[in-house]
């Protein structure tokens, strides 16, 4: 639809059910039905967008399909049809099927809860993830199943900024707590088994050797129906064809299948256990590479997932560490080329750490680097923490580096109402010019 592109006409348009149509009677898809269920005449396009469960322009195709077909209208503040204008002028709605009863909320909105410290849109957006976290890994990321490391990484990043727990920590999440936990451990265990080539190879080998099956194949354990070659019960003799010698039978494609699958599982095991020796003794980058293959040799192993997600956890800490500790001591040597570098890799870590984020953005500002991922860095620290005061002053500086001043005055001022005493702010903010702030104040973590 061509409202779907105009901004202000998004917030102005409030989709509904067109008259007597009775969504129980469609045939819709979950997501459909889901995204139908947003659709209550109070909740603004723009809305749909971010909460239907869908992407963006998926949910302006659906709607657009629904109103042409008549089973949606579309109306303004004052509870008014709009006047079809660009798109399709709706069809009769067909007669009612069933006498409509009042219900209650829709059963998605059960595990909402207004008095938690997330916004019920975000509520909505883990619940509609974790209904679908039983997708394929490249529908977990939201990118096509061809995708190279580069869109696997953008990904990776834009969820976890979005949906990693740390984002709410000290919050009242509730039961949204364990939801965040198993939805981050799920992208985390879709990202790296697509980024090793090594363990994306072997899973679809493994999904070939069960010729393509999404649930578990029969376990290892499994016997195969036994065979017999005794006749069956013989007919009568006017019925009873002659008989002609058997030739040799030939191994059932299924028990070709049992035997791949179990040999997989064998080695699957074998990987695991290795990956829990190295985790006890505390090598968890070996750990993880481990229990990833035994992932890829047995998609289907819920407890080899189960560790994963904790063995990746502590492999990724330990590497942002190892990368912290050189990027502070490049920072001593002021070699800022490396300090950047360190900062940047560990970042890829730690994309949720608001610290790590902001003190790249001020590395790089105050050294002339690229003032566009300065830019992106501040701004990720700011969303993640929007009430500390120094992201908000590297944000300004960053701006007015680039000659937004604008932009680079609203941050700086909100910078001195969360911290009367930032100096460096108020500086910054009554356009002294000059050099940027000396460099040997890039070190600490003010």
Not at 197 to 218: F, K, M, N, W
Not at 271 to 277: D, K, L, V
Not at 323 to 340: H, Q, S
């Amino acid at each position: 639809m061509r409202l779907g592109n105009d901004a202000t006409a998004m917030n102005e348009r409030f989709p509904r059910l067109g008259p007597g149509v009775d969504p129980t009677r469609l045939s819709l898809t979950p997501v459909e039905g889901f995204l139908l269920s947003r659709i209550d005449g109070k909740t603004p396009w723009s809305l749909l967008r971010t909460v239907g469960g869908l992407p963006p322009i998926e949910v302006d195709r659906c709607l657009d399909r629904w109103i042409e077909a008549g089973l949606v209208v579309v109306a303004g503040r004052d509870g008014r049809v709009v006047s079809p204008g660009s798109f399709a002028p709706p069809k009769p709605a067909p007669p009612p099927l069933a006498t409509p009863t009042p219900q209650n909320d829709a059963p998605e909105r059960a595990g909402l809860d207004a008095t938690l410290d997330i916004p019920v849109a975000v509520q909505e957006r883990i619940l509609v993830f974790e209904a679908l976290l039983d997708r394929p890994y490249h529908e977990i990321l939201g990118v096509t199943a061809d995708a190279d490391r580069k869109a696997l990484r953008k990904a990776y990043f834009a969820l976890s900024r979005e949906l990693h727990p740390d984002r709410f920590f000290r919050r009242n999440v509730g039961p949204f707590g364990k939801r965040l936990d198993r939805i981050f451990g799920k992208i985390v265990e879709a990202y790296e088994l697509l980024s090793d080539p090594t363990a994306r190879a072997e899973i679809e080998r493994s999904l070939a050797a069960a010729g393509g099956e999404a649930a578990p194949p029969p376990s290892a354990s499994a016997v195969e129906p036994e065979r017999s070659d005794a006749p069956p019960v013989a007919p009568s003799e006017a019925e009873a064809p002659r008989r002609t010698p058997r030739a040799p039978r030939r191994p059932h494609v299924f028990s070709l299948h049992n035997r791949l699958i179990r040999e997989r599982r064998a080695r699957a095991k074998r990987f695991f256990e290795a990956g829990m020796a190295a985790h006890a003794a505390g090598r968890f980058a070996e750990a993880a590479g481990s229990v990833r293959l035994a992932i890829a040799f047995d998609p289907w192993n819920e407890i080899y997932k189960e560790h994963f997600v904790e063995v990746q956890r502590k492999a990724h800490d330990e590497r942002a560490q190892r990368l912290l500790k050189e990027a502070d001591a490049a920072l001593e040597l002021r070699d800022w080329g490396t300090a950047l570098r360190a900062f940047a890799e560990a970042i890829e870590y730690r994309p949720h750490d608001a610290e790590l984020l902001r003190r790249a953005a001020r590395l790089a500002w105050a050294t002339g680097g690229d003032l566009h991922q300065a830019k992106e860095w501040a701004m990720a620290a700011v969303e993640l923490d929007p009430r500390d005061g120094a992201s908000r002053r590297v944000l300004g500086q960053v701006y007015k580096a680039a000659g937004l001043e604008a932009n680079a005055r609203r941050e700086l001022e909100a910078a001195l109402a969360l911290d009367a005493k930032d100096e460096e702010a108020r500086t910054e903010l009554a356009g002294i010019a000059g050099r940027p702030l000396a460099l040997r104040w890039l070190g600490g973590k003010r």
